[in-house]
């Protein structure tokens, strides 16, 4: 569904991603893994085209996107959620949500949609007419997901989902996660919570300083000495 082929990103003349490659096929949950600054955020940035990689290639089932608008890559049924959620603080849940529509103009699906995301996020539904700046951090996280649900994504990035939530809500996060692929929807995750990451995805990629050094299935990855020493503590 999405190959990443060979792509080499700069900030500047800083080198982040060196020669990355990998792919994602529909229906799965894919999870890239790795230190603080291995280029994880990075890697999202430049498939929802926010950069542009200097040389080598993205393909979303089999089209070239890596020169297109970012919001032309929203409308082809990619959608990120951010890193720190970047939910409009000084909106409603309701205006939030309906902005994660905002390259759509098909009213009734996005009543449907709308109505799904209420009933798989009740918090979000009780509080629609509250000021998202106002949320706890967990309901902020699921705001995110939902703004960018709305968009009626096929392949969703999530760009840390699990940063600075309680670990109660972080279980609840992920069994969402894995809710919303059960029910279709093909997944990117990006997670220094490795463990969690690994319990959830079918395949896995561990980036370190801008080059994959590790990828196979989620399990193996974490049934792995290497792995295990490196990431899940022991
Ligand atoms: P984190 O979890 O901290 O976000 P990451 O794995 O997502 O880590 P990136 O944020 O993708 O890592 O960063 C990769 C590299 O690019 C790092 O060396 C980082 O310092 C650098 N970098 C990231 N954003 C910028 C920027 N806007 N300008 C310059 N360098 C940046």
Known sequence: MLKVDKINVYYGAIHALKGISLEVNEGDIVTLIGANGAGKSTTLRTISGL???KTGGISFEG???SSLAAQKIVKLGISQVPEGRRIFANMTVFENLELGA??????KGIQEDLAKVFSRFPRLAER???????????????????RALMSRPRLLLLDEPSMGLAPLLVKEIFSIIKEINQTGTTILLVEQNAHMALSIAHKAYVLETGRITLSGPAQELAASEDIRKAYLGG
Request: proline content about 6%.
């Open 51 to 53: 950069l542009r990689p």
């Open 63 to 65: 089209q070239p996107i």
């Open 102 to 107: 905002y390259v759509r103009s098909d009213k």
């Open 128 to 146: 629609r007419s509250q000021i998202a700046g106002t949320l706890s951090g967990g309901e902020q996280q699921m705001l995110a997901m939902g």
